[in-house]
């Protein structure tokens, strides 16, 4: 997109060129009733003018086992990539223990 036009500056022209790009994909898998996998990853990245503006990748895993009655433990470890970023890369291990206070019905 470009655009040119008067300002309290006098005459000025402007060429913006822009693009992004983004992907993501989520996996998910069931061992059994009681425990699951969850495989997360994605990219985004972004040009302005032939240079690069953002870029950022991210990957997870998580495992759930299902316990007694409505509760649940899990584990997550995730890993994100942020070229511009003050902390350029980080990684999270987290674990938990919880109740599903309410769940929707299963569709085929």
């Not at 433990?73 to 902390?87: M, N, Q, V």
Request: glycine share 12%; charged share 20%.
């Amino acid at each position: 997109m470009g655009g040119q036009g008067r300002g309290i500056f006098g005459d000025h022209q402007r060429e913006q060129q822009g693009t992004s790009t983004s992907i993501k994909n989520l996996f998910n898998y069931n061992w059994s009733d009681v425990t699951g996998l969850e495989l997360a990853a994605g990219e985004f990245s972004a040009k302005n003018a032939g240079q690069i503006t953002a870029e950022n990748y991210n990957a997870s895993e998580k495992v759930t086992l299902k316990a007694i009655g409505r509760n649940y433990a899990s584990e997550r470890f995730g890993w994100d990539k942020d070229r511009f970023a003050a902390s350029k890369t980080a990684t999270t291990p987290r674990s938990a223990w919880g109740a599903c206070s309410w769940s929707l019905p299963k569709t085929s």
